[in-house]
Structures are given as structure tokens and as C-alpha cells.
């Protein structure tokens, strides 16, 4: 697998495994630290290594509109990764940077040199671009096969954890409403027998009391008929001894 493939493959996996971070935001302000990039064409044994989004922005017309170190870039890299007549021609426009000439005159030069050592045409050129379209469809759509793949992994699993929760909660709010209602019919029997109980207790309280009379009245019956026996016999033992002895 060559390093462009590896790129190809690894971009939409790099951007989304920083979608905690800036996959999501506006890209970052372009860092303050930057790197000397070789021009194309030459070669620098001492020269710093450059980034796939540095050369990007150094090989590629349209990169000006382009913020470096930014997502836009790293994708733009990974879309001209693949050589055709238009990164040819991109190559030569990059290589005429620094000559003073209007933008019209740097491409028509650019243009010039890649017909002159390539033989390639302007509808060659034009077709290229198509083919670097293509190769960004390509990412987009590894981008949202990934893209869904991290949503039902990061996502979906937690929307589902949540759903569970609240299925769980349901569940236990309709336990604790039918042990309300259990603990309200209870103490509302409690209450019921306790009314009860109190009468009850009051009925007997009510009934000893008569109970307790009327035993007291009988005795006092009772008393004052042994006495009235009492004086009777002894009436008549009195008139025995007087009327017989």
C-alpha cells in the first residue's frame, strides 16, 4: 500500500477520531510555528520534512483559498495525492511563485512548460480535475461511511443507555406510585380500624359502667333484704319469748 493510499484511508478516520476536539468546529487559526517547505521541483537534503497539508498549499493553484494546517488542506493533500495533468500543472504553476507575473501570465507560463515537456492538452488538464473531484467524492463518502460508524458507536449506544434509563425510571416511579397507593389504603384501613376499635372500647367502658351499677344496686337489694329478714326474725323471736316463755 503506497502512502497516498494509506492517507486516502486514514483521513476520514484521523478527522472523526478528533471529532471531541475540532472535527466538529471551525478550523483553527493557522499555527504560529511554521515549517520551511523544499519547492517543487528541488531537493534539500537539510530540509525540514514537509506536511501533507504544506505541500498541498504548495503545489495546488487553489490552495491560496485554502487556510493551511487546516482541515481543508489535510483533505485537499489527501485529494492530489493522486499525479495527473493537472497536479502536473499545479506543480508548474507553484515552481513560477516567486517570479513577478499576473496570476493569468503564471498559468498561461505553467501551461506552456507542461505541453512543451508533457505533451498534455487542456482538455487533458480540465479531465484531470474531474478525476481529483472523483477522488474527493471518495473521501466524502469514506468520510460518512465512517462517520456513521463512530455515531453508533459513540452515539447510538449512548441514546440507547438512555432510553434504557428512562424505561427504568418509568418503571420504578409506577413502583413507587402503586406503594403510595398501597401505604395510603393501608393506613386508611388502620385508620378505619381504629375508629372502630376506639368505639368499641368506648361501648364497653359504657357497658361495665352500667354493668358495675347494676351489681352495686343489687347488692344494696340485697343487703337491705337480709336486714329487713334480720329485723323480722328477730321481731319475732322477741314476741316468741314474750307471748310463750
Do not use: C
Request: hydrophobic fraction near 40%; avoid cysteine.
Amino acid at each position: 500500500m503506497t502512502d497516498t493510499q494509506k492517507n486516502e484511508e486514514g483521513l476520514a478516520a484521523r478527522l472523526l477520531h478528533g471529532a471531541r476536539d475540532w472535527v466538529w468546529q471551525s478550523d483553527p487559526a493557522p499555527s504560529s510555528t511554521t515549517s520551511t517547505v523544499p519547492r517543487v521541483g528541488t531537493r534539500s537534503s537539510g530540509a525540514p520534512k514537509a506536511s501533507a497539508a504544506a505541500t498541498a498549499a504548495a503545489t495546488t493553484p487553489i490552495a491560496s483559498a485554502i487556510p493551511a494546517n487546516s482541515m481543508g488542506a489535510e483533505l485537499l493533500s489527501v485529494v492530489m495525492g493522486r499525479p495527473t495533468a493537472y497536479s502536473a500543472l499545479a506543480e508548474s504553476i507553484a515552481a513560477l511563485s516567486d517570479i513577478p507575473m499576473d496570476e493569468a501570465t503564471r498559468y498561461h507560463s505553467a501551461f506552456a512548460v507542461l505541453k512543451r515537456t508533457q505533451s498534455r492538452s487542456l482538455e487533458q488538464v480540465v479531465q484531470a480535475v474531474d478525476v481529483h473531484l472523483g477522488a474527493l467524492d471518495a473521501e466524502i463518502a469514506r468520510f460518512k461511511g465512517q462517520s456513521k460508524t463512530a455515531e453508533d458507536g459513540e452515539i447510538t449506544a449512548r441514546v440507547a443507555e438512555v432510553a434504557a434509563i428512562n424505561t427504568a425510571l418509568a418503571v420504578t416511579n409506577q413502583q413507587i406510585a402503586q406503594l403510595r397507593a398501597q401505604t395510603d389504603a393501608r393506613i386508611a384501613q388502620l385508620q378505619d380500624e381504629l375508629v372502630q376499635k376506639q368505639a368499641r372500647a368506648e361501648e364497653l367502658t359504657r357497658e361495665a359502667e352500667e354493668k358495675k351499677n347494676a351489681i352495686q344496686q343489687t347488692q344494696q337489694n340485697f343487703e337491705a333484704a337480709v336486714a329487713l329478714v334480720q329485723n323480722t326474725l328477730a321481731a319475732d323471736k322477741t314476741k316468741l319469748l314474750q307471748y310463750l316463755g
